[in-house]
């Protein structure tokens, strides 16, 4: 059975989503700030912006995953739940991330982030042989996750192939664009497919030109967008100014692009301050339960504003619905 969005359905849900809330069950004080312990400001960071993800810190708050974990040594889950447990446990004080994060070298908070949202998916399906959409219907995925659509269209016989692929973020070139939106019309446009990297027809038993075009399928209910400053090979940095907005509406990159409009409001930022990818500061801006935002800097918590959030060179930007 495939269901009308094109996605077969689970074996069985491992969660279900109606148990995510996407608002702070009760306003916390705002948490502790993070002890730079040698090159870990883009853990620091990363680790902030995922502590006030309502969704994340509401099940990690409730000790959800703990009741049922029988590897807590070895789960990041765990590890994550102690570590937002601990922050929203030290307001006004400052804390060290926990040991279980790897520290040393300078790394890439972007990186970094996929590493420990992959490791958060991995403790929930422990131990499960599942196909991969019941997989993917774990609380991580239901959290961060979603589904990109890539459309190939013959142009010949105008015969069409859709592929469905799960993401957990979004990652946006910018090279040619002064906001997200334009880099989000960029990112669906469709692409012709020829000469060299021509289309293989099923129809036509041939190779074709083609259109290609990706768009958001299945909208997840956090929305991680990075912008793509570092160059892959030279380590370069992109500086320039992106404009990103406080509200996006996601239903005009969707595969169903008419509709209601799907709303995300901006709850975290990270920026990275420098010229190249291995050098330079991360911190961050996040939306505090209480609706007041916070420049969150290592050890330093300090009260923000809309404008100064907007105003950032940005790296990462977390949007929920």
């Known amino acids: 059975c495939i269901c009308g969005d094109g996605i077969a359905p689970p074996q069985r849900l491992l969660f279900p ?23 870990t400001c883009f853990l620091n960071a990363t680790l902030q912006c995922l502590s006030y993800t309502p969704p994340l810190g509401n099940y990690m708050l409730a000790q959800e995953h703990s009741k049922t974990c029988d590897d807590p040594v070895l789960c990041m889950m765990c590890t994550m739940q102690e570590h937002i447990t601990e922050v929203f446990a030290n307001s006004g004080k400052v804390i060290e991330p926990l040991g279980e994060f790897c520290r040393g070298n300078q790394e890439d908070a972007h990186e970094f982030l996929r590493y420990i949202v992959s490791a958060m998916q991995s403790s929930c399906l422990r131990g499960t042989e599942l196909d991969m959409r019941t997989q993917e219907t774990s609380f991580i995925h239901q959290v961060f996750g979603g589904y990109l659509r890539s459309r190939v269209e013959c142009l010949n016989c105008k015969a069409v192939s859709d592929t469905l692929e799960p993401f957990m973020d979004v990652a946006l070139e910018i090279q040619t664009v002064p906001s997200v939106t334009k880099a989000l019309e960029q990112f669906v446009r469709p692409e012709q497919l020829g000469g060299e990297n021509a289309y293989k027809c099923s129809e036509c038993k041939k190779m074709v030109t083609a259109s290609k075009r990706l768009t958001i399928h299945h909208s997840s209910n956090v929305l991680t967008v990075a912008l793509k400053r570092f160059a892959d090979f030279s380590g370069g940095k992109l500086t320039k100014d992106v404009k990103y907005p406080e509200y996006l509406d996601l239903r005009p990159f969707m595969s169903q692009s008419q509709g209601e409009p799907e709303i995300y409001a901006l709850y975290a930022v990270l920026v990275h301050s420098g010229s190249s990818c291995d050098s330079g500061h991360y911190f961050c801006y996040i939306k505090a339960s209480s609706g007041q935002w916070y420049k969150m800097d290592d050890s330093s918590v300090a009260v923000s504003d809309i404008r100064s959030v907007l105003s950032q060179q940005a790296y990462l930007l977390f949007y929920i619905k």
Do not use: D, Y
């Open 17 to 39: 989503p109606e148990a995510i809330s996407l608002t702070w069950a009760q306003v916390q004080h705002i948490g502790a700030g993070l002890r730079n312990v040698g090159n």
